[in-house]
């Protein structure tokens, strides 16, 4: 059991939800337990992979990441086009078709 201390006066607002919500600064890591060719370069040098519902581009000169969630579950394959420019990714139930470019 928590107490707070006897000075401790609760916040007007504190029950309130926050003003903005959470934004996606940086992913680490990626599904690779069971899925197969979801880490890939572009024809730029960029790397594309997946974490979730989630796809990222990866620029490692800039060290900057690129988010796609148009998902609405997790992504487990992914496919290149010859020109390495755009990818297709699908997720574990059809219900969107999705392009990175």
């Known amino acids: 059991m928590a107490i707070p201390p006897t ?3 609760k916040p007007d607002d504190a029950d309130d939800p926050p003003e903005s919500g ?3 600064e940086f992913v680490y890591g990626t599904r690779g337990h ?3 060719g979801t880490i890939m370069y572009t024809g730029r ?4 992979f997946v974490a979730g519902a989630t796809g990222i581009i990866y620029n490692p000169v800039q ?3 690129k988010f796609f969630n148009g998902h609405t579950d997790d992504i487990i394959c992914m496919a290149m086009h010859p ?3 755009i990818v297709a990714t699908g997720q574990v139930r059809p219900y969107q ?3 990175f470019r």
Do not use: A, C, P
């Not at 040098?45 to 594309?48: K, T």
């Open 7 to 9: 000075s401790y006066k």
């Open 22 to 24: 959470l934004q996606m």
């Open 34 to 36: 069971d899925t197969r």
């Open 45 to 48: 040098g960029e790397v594309i």
């Open 63 to 65: 060290h900057t990441q």
């Open 83 to 85: 020109d390495f420019n």
């Open 97 to 99: 078709k999705m392009k």
